[in-house]
């Protein structure tokens, strides 16, 4: 059993004022239809003998890095022989800064989707800030793949040239139209990437 453990993105506290700026900004419509996205999905894509663990966040409204890095090492007791790291946006800077800071010896893979390396206006990293030599995560950089999409409002291509730049080895894949991949139900080519690699 390959053990996929999921985390992904959430609002960063420091993009706003106070929790009542927030609050003001939020819509709401009770009728909105909810959807299953490629989150939600991933499991029943991925065949019955990988087990899908999400890693929930503390205040999923509010993120920072090290409320995330107390829930993210309760985790690692589970991990076992081939564990796969998919990471949404601002969990990929956690994920670097965490795996600069720490080493994990029994991942097999790591998957990366609209990874954030610079601040841009819509999206702060604030305390996912990280060395920006990335010098330890060299170790899992060619097991390392990196999704991105041109025309993401949110993660501009400055971090794709970046990452390609430091990261030459890891693989990267490059869509014309997926956004910052928050809106698709299903996320083929990543289910297809962790396949084939057992």
Do not use: C, R
Request: proline share 3%; charged share 30%.
């Amino acid at each position: 059993m390959k053990k996929v453990f999921l985390i992904w993105w959430w609002v960063d506290s420091s993009n706003y004022k106070d929790f009542k700026e927030y609050l003001e900004l939020l819509e709401y419509n009770p009728y909105e239809e909810k959807i299953k996205l490629w989150k939600d999905n991933l499991f029943q894509d991925l065949w019955e003998d990988y087990e899908v663990i999400k890693i929930p966040m503390p205040n999923k409204w509010f993120a920072e890095y090290n409320y995330w890095k107390i829930m993210f090492e309760k985790a690692i007791p589970y991990f076992w022989e081939k564990n796969i790291l998919v990471g949404h946006s601002l969990w990929w800077s956690f994920i670097l800064k965490y795996l600069n800071e720490n080493n994990i010896d029994n991942i097999s893979s790591v998957h990366l989707i609209a990874p954030a390396v610079f601040d841009s206006k819509e999206e702060k990293l604030w305390s996912f800030h990280f060395d920006k030599e990335i010098k330890n995560y060299l170790k899992y950089e060619d097991i390392t793949t990196f999704y991105f999409s041109k025309d993401d409002e949110i993660v501009w291509m400055e971090n794709y040239e970046y990452l390609k730049k430091v990261l030459s080895k890891s693989n990267f894949e490059v869509y014309e139209n997926k956004g910052h991949f928050i809106s698709q139900e299903h996320f083929e080519e990543l289910v297809k990437n962790i396949k084939k690699q057992f």
